[in-house]
Structures are given as C-alpha cells and as structure tokens.
C-alpha cells in the first residue's frame, strides 16, 4: 500500500535504506545501557545533519499528542519531554502553553533541536534518563515519552519505566507513545514493541490509567501496531 502523497513514500524509503545502514551498527550488541547510548549517538553523528538518517525522525509532532494537547491547555503547568531527540513533541508542548524542557542523552541531538527552532521557548538539555538531577523527580505536571521504553532492551525497561515514571508529580499526567505487540511475540528488537503487561507496568508506580488508544500505523509494506497511553499519577 502506498500513501497518497508520494513525497511520503520517497522519505520512507529513504528512512528504511538508513534503518538498514543503521541496523549493522548494533548487529552484534548485547544492547547493553551503554551500547545503547552508544548507539543513539553514533546515529546522530553519522547522519550529518541529514534527518532523513535518523529513522525515528518524522520532522513533526505526534498527531495523538496534538489532539490531547488540543483538550489541555499548558498555561502555568511544566512539560518534559523524555528523549527528545530533534524536539517536534517538545515544541507542540510548548506551543500548548507548556514550559517544556526536553532531554536526550545523545550529544548530537540536543545542539540539533536547538538549531531547528532557534526562537523556542522549549529548554533542551543533554542528558541521560538515568541520571536526570535530583530536582527534576516528581517535578512535571506533564511527562511525555515517545518511543523511548520500546527503544531501551527489555532488560533494561523495569528501570526505564521507573525511572520516567518517577519524573511525574503528584496528580500529574504522562502520556506514552509506543509500538504494541502480542505476548506471544519473539522479541527481537530493536525497537522492542511492548506487550500488555510491560505497557500496563506504569500502574505498579502509583499511575491510574486514564486512556488508552490502540491503533495502526500504516506502511507501504507494513502495519504497525501502536498504543497512546494517557496516566495519572495518584496524588
Ligand atoms: C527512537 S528515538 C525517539 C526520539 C524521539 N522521542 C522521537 O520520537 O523522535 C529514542 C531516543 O532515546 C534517546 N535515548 C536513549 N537512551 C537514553 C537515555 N538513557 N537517556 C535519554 N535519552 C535516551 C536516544 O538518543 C533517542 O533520541
């Protein structure tokens, strides 16, 4: 299936081409957390400026995250966007009346979002999910991650839901945005698509679930399953 606008079609070829350059990279990793960084790095770097070698880079915002945050005005309320990576989701935040900072724990990443919207209002910073400082937890109304758990292994995702999930404040909201696969599916990432129980995992950090949307993302030679998750974290 192709989409109607061919111009889409020639990026996603472009961006499978790179996905296929890229998977090399990581071939034989044991995506270990730091082979994962590693790893996100050398993405950036070796794509030169060249979004189109960043597979993950749509160059706009979430359409699930721009209808919520049609329906919730950010006036006075803080944002983060987890691993942000070029900052579309961080700037439709901001441009909700958010103040947003958006991290990523690539070096390249960060000078990069700065450089796309250099009138932003959105505060970038370079830094690992792991060690975020110490007055970021529980600090943000609003917390947003975008394929970031599907990214890490799934050894590595009981500490990565932790630790997104330790970021939110008290009757705040986080909202994730992730590939969804059936249990019974071989994981053999990456990404590493989540199943029901490690989607649901936020409900063992306090979180009640307000909404879930599961829906598919179309690909000429693909359907991919996706879940928005919309939390609140008990006060
Ligand atoms: C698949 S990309 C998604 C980027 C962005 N959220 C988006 O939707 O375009 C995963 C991102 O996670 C970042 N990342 C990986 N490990 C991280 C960590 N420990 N701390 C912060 N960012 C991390 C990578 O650098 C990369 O930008």
Not at 2 to 23: C, F, G, H, M, V
Not at 40 to 52: H, K, W
Not at 68 to 77: F, M, P, R, T
Request: charged fraction near 25%; aromatic fraction near 10%.
């Amino acid at each position: 299936m192709t989409s109607e606008n061919p111009a889409n079609d020639d990026l996603r070829q472009r961006q499978k081409d790179a996905r296929a350059e890229i998977d090399k990279l990581d071939a034989n990793s044991t995506h270990s957390e730091p082979e994962r960084k590693a790893f996100f790095n050398t993405v950036y770097q070796m794509a030169e400026g060249d979004a189109v070698r960043v597979p993950w880079a749509d160059l706009q915002a979430k359409e699930k995250l721009l209808d919520w945050l049609k329906g919730h005005n950010g006036s006075g309320l803080t944002a983060l966007d987890v691993a942000c990576g070029l900052g579309d989701n961080a700037e439709a935040m901001a441009a909700a009346g958010y103040q947003t900072t958006g991290f990523d724990v690539a070096e390249d990443a960060i000078p990069w979002a700065k450089k796309r919207f250099p009138e932003s209002p959105v505060s970038y910073v370079h830094a690992d999910l792991f060690k975020l400082p110490s007055s970021w937890y529980g600090s943000f109304d609003l917390v947003h991650e975008c394929y970031t758990l599907q990214a890490l292994s799934p050894q590595l995702l009981p500490k990565t839901t932790e630790a997104i999930a330790s970021l939110v404040k008290p009757g705040g909201t986080l909202l994730v945005y992730t590939r969804i696969a059936p249990e019974t599916l071989q994981q053999s990432g990456p990404p590493w698509p989540l199943n029901k129980a490690q989607a649901e995992a936020f409900s063992n950090h306090g979180f009640e679930l307000i909404a879930e949307d599961q829906f598919t993302i179309e690909r000429p030679d693909r359907r991919i399953p996706h879940g928005f998750y919309e939390w609140k974290k008990n006060i």
